[in-house]
């Protein structure tokens, strides 16, 4: 199942908030984000709001919500979730007569505070990025990069959910054990090969009971929408842990979300057709459907940047590392991890957090990640302002942004998530 246009598609529509006309805007009437907010500086609980413009909509004072628990709203169905959709697009269309009472309800996202836009009961991150898994490999199994089942079955694990935070979030430098290569015992310490890895988040709606599977075509039914993920990890303290069950201290640290979910309603002129290269396997058919061939991947363009300590006193702006394109990194889709997540009766809930794994295009320019940037900090590169980086130093702040453009279509965004090593 993919959301069909309709009206609030509609690339002629224009919003009564003159910011969300404007060109290059991540939010225009078109989009619709939801996240959770209060005015900056109280003490008030966060309400449900929808980012428009430079301007967040306060659900509802706006009349359009009775409650203010995002997981009650993300668990609602698919028909009424797009009810909602249509009413926000009605009342915030030029001359819809809501302008009068629901501007009384918006709050300049400038004098906004943002959390995380939802409670997270679980995460699990996956590793659906070919080019990240190749390039990776590489490096530590030159003749087999990828393992014989990755072209099979759908490679996560659960992580940590707690430790998950909001954009503009600032962490501690991780600490663990770590094994030099010509060292006969390990020593503990604060990570040196410290990484972000850039990842769309996927973000569960309408749950599933214990026992009963999704199946792939309805799987989209079960998604609420998606956001930006950057799923640090600390390379030195993974080398040395991760076998046999996987990284433990090198990612249970942090995990920084963007404040605003995009719904897949609003992504359904950004479908591309998901197909497999000339040659691989195909899906088997539990992850496998007409629709999901048709237009299971995401057109969403992606991009890293990098401030040091040293160039935000300096007053200079962060630069571009990489950008690429989801359909380009992801060799499956996110209605095949929730179909596959689910197929053994596991049950998500509202609010599950399914990450996609590092999200690389083919070319060096694309990497997700420094690891494969610097090829495992083997060719350290060089900023504009003379820096050098093969991995993430204290004081640096990374920012990752991702939105949609298409010819007939108007551009869409998913803002930005930050971080700070402190």
Not at 59 to 74: E, F, H, Q, W, Y
Not at 78 to 101: F, H, I, P, T, Y
Not at 271 to 282: I, K, S, T
Request: glycine letters at 10%.
């Amino acid at each position: 199942m993919t959301t069909a246009l309709n009206a609030t598609h509609d690339p002629k529509l224009r919003s009564w908030v003159a910011s969300a006309n404007e060109a290059g805007c991540d939010f225009p009437i078109q989009n619709l984000p939801f996240g959770r907010f209060r005015t900056a500086g109280t003490q008030e609980d966060f309400r449900i709001g929808v980012a428009i413009g430079d301007q967040v909509l306060d659900l509802r004072a706006c009349g359009l919500a009775d409650t203010d628990d995002m997981n009650a709203l993300m668990s609602a169905s698919a028909k009424d979730r797009q009810a909602l959709r249509a009413a926000l697009s009605a009342g915030l269309a030029q001359g819809s007569g809501k302008e009068a009472a629901w501007s009384k309800a918006l709050l300049a996202q400038a004098k906004a505070e943002m959390t995380v836009p939802c409670r997270i009961g679980d995460y699990t991150d996956f590793y659906t990025g070919i080019h990240h898994a190749t390039t990776i490999g590489k490096l530590f199994r030159p003749d087999q990069p990828l393992m014989p089942n990755y072209k099979w079955v759908p490679i996560g694990y659960h992580g940590r959910a707690s430790s998950i935070g909001v954009s503009g979030q600032v962490f501690k430098r991780p600490q663990g054990q770590t094994r030099a290569p010509d060292a006969a015992e390990p020593s503990f310490g604060p990570s040196k090969r410290l990484d972000y890895e850039l990842e769309l988040g996927f973000l569960v709606g309408r749950g599933n009971a214990l026992g009963e599977p999704i199946a792939i075509g309805d799987a989209e039914a079960h998604l609420f929408g998606v956001t930006l993920l950057n799923d640090w990890s600390a390379r030195d303290l993974q080398a040395w842990e991760y076998q046999p069950l996987g990284p433990f201290l090198a990612k249970n640290f942090a995990s920084t979300l963007s404040p605003w979910i995009v719904t897949m309603e609003a992504l359904a002129p950004f479908r591309a057709r998901f197909e497999r290269p000339a040659g691989d396997p195909q899906p088997l058919p539990y992850l496998d459907a007409p629709s999901n061939r048709e237009g299971g991947a995401l057109d969403i363009t992606l991009e890293v940047l990098l401030q040091t300590a040293r160039m935000r006193t300096a007053g200079e702006a962060p630069v571009r590392l990489t950008r690429g394109n989801t359909t380009e990194a992801a060799y499956w889709t996110a209605a095949q991890l929730v179909a596959h997540h689910t197929v053994n009766g596991c049950n998500l809930q509202p609010g599950d957090l399914l990450g996609s794994g590092t999200l690389s295009g083919p070319k060096p320019d694309e990497a997700g990640s420094l690891m494969e940037l610097t090829l495992g900090g083997k060719q350290p590169i060089t900023l504009p302002n003379g820096e050098k980086r093969t991995f993430l130093e204290d004081g640096d702040t990374l920012v990752m942004r991702g939105h949609c453009e298409r010819a007939g279509a108007v551009r869409i965004g998913l803002g930005e998530v930050s971080g700070t090593v402190a």
